[in-house]
């Protein structure tokens, strides 16, 4: 039997270092499976495999030891049980998210429902390099954004409504980046500090501290691989209906900046955050609210962002 | 602020997360609406969370101090 191992990849299926056996490589929807596809993967590890799955970084699962001449089988069986398969080479992998606002207390933004939007739209895409998207509800980053590609970060603007405040201290003390202090019996924010994270929001006994802006720092150029980088933010407050669009752009950018072989890291560490934030050309929300000096954001203090968070 | 009736007394400066809260939940669920509760925790950690837990049950924070090295919240039960 000849094999076409780049038709196989597509498919899932991923050449083990033991002759003639493969590891098939299931994905999660934004990191969910259901009972029903854990009982049909642990009956296709008993049968095909070697009755374990090895859970990947990426939300997958794979089954190793599947020999060569159960590979139609298998295959057939897969489609007709309707488990979807994952994707390796030279694509738009799974896109991987944290459970979000759904579920979690600190969630800002709904982030399996973004995770899923995209990869509907961008999973298994060819693309000069792989490429990575996550996806997390809020700055605490559970997801790794921050090295991926791609990376969704749910943000939030406090913006204080100083009617409101009763002057009781305890933003700036609940603040964990001590962004808060109190001058005159009044809080003031020192924004460059911001994780932009709504402690002082959802903690607030007079509701003085209100959200301005809510949506998704986008951040780009992030890796591990043997050289790891971090990424950085090229796009700020992308509101939940215009992620697409957003990602998009960064696709976009990078196609027309990158070189050959480059990833979006490679293309960022060349010409630069600031060069490649101009071509992604975002202009998104902008706060109808806020008073104070621009977003420290907005300038080169980009690059330190990606630090601080990740 | 200060002739305020407290109901109940709660020291969660020994516990971490998220006993902190769940203690602080427990309590305030064995009062009645409108008393207040007494907290005396941690910086750090426990003040960066239970108040914004407590917020997120619907209960009230009324004060928060600066206790020696702790901090003191007086909190209203919520609905
Ligand atoms: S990143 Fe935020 S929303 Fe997502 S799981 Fe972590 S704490 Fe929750
Ligand atoms: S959003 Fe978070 S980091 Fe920013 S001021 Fe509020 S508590 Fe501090």
Redesign the interface.
């Known amino acids: 039997m000849t094999i076409d191992y780049n038709e196989l990849k597509k498919g899932g299926f991923l050449r083990q270092r033991q002759k003639d056996n493969f590891i098939v490589r299931f994905r999660s929807l934004a990191g969910n499976l259901t009972s029903e596809q854990l009982r049909q993967l642990a009956d296709l590890a008993d049968k095909y495999g070697k009755g374990y799955v090895h859970v990947t970084t990426r939300q997958g699962a794979e089954i190793p030891w599947v020999g060569i001449n159960d590979y139609n089988d298998m295959k057939g069986e897969i489609k007709a049980l309707g488990l979807n398969t994952g994707t390796c080479g030279p694509r738009i992998r799974t896109v991987v998210a944290c459970p979000g606002r759904e579920i979690c207390q600190f969630g800002l933004m709904n982030s399996r429902e973004t995770a899923i939007e995209l990869d509907g739209t961008f999973f298994g895409r060819e693309v000069p390099m792989k490429t990575k998207i996550a996806v997390s509800g809020c700055p605490n980053s559970c997801a790794k954004p921050q090295e991926n590609d791609i990376g969704l970060v749910g943000a939030v603007e406090p913006i204080l409504c100083a009617e409101k405040c009763a002057g009781c201290g305890l933003c700036q003390k609940v603040c964990p980046h001590q962004a808060i202090s109190m001058v005159d019996g009044k809080p003031t924010i020192d924004r460059a500090k911001c994780l932009l994270e709504g402690n002082c929001i959802s903690s607030c006994p007079t509701d003085a501290w209100q959200e301005g802006r809510r949506g998704y720092l986008l951040y780009a150029g992030g890796k591990i691989g043997r050289k790891p980088r971090l990424g950085q933010v090229v796009a700020e407050f992308v509101p939940e209906n215009q992620v697409t669009e957003s990602v998009e752009k960064v696709l976009k950018a990078f196609d027309v900046l990158s070189q050959q072989g480059e990833r979006i890291a490679d293309t960022i560490a060349r010409v630069g955050v600031k060069a490649f934030r101009d071509e992604v050309a975002w202009t998104g929300i902008e706060s109808k609210l806020y008073d104070g000096p621009v977003n420290s954001r907005t300038g080169s203090s980009t690059g330190d962002l990606g630090k601080e968070v990740g | 602020m200060e002739n305020l009736k407290i109901d109940a007394e709660l020291d969660i400066t020994a516990d971490v997360c998220p006993i902190t809260f769940v203690k602080t939940k427990l309590k305030l669920e064995q009062m009645q609406r409108g008393e207040i509760l007494e907290v005396v925790l941690n910086?750090g950690e426990p003040?960066?969370n239970v108040?914004?837990?407590v917020?997120?049950e619907g209960h009230?924070?009324?004060?928060?101090e600066k206790r020696g090295e702790n901090?003191r919240l007086l909190i209203e039960r919520g609905e």
């Open positions: 910086d003040i960066q108040p914004r837990s917020k997120g009230k924070i009324i004060l928060v901090y």
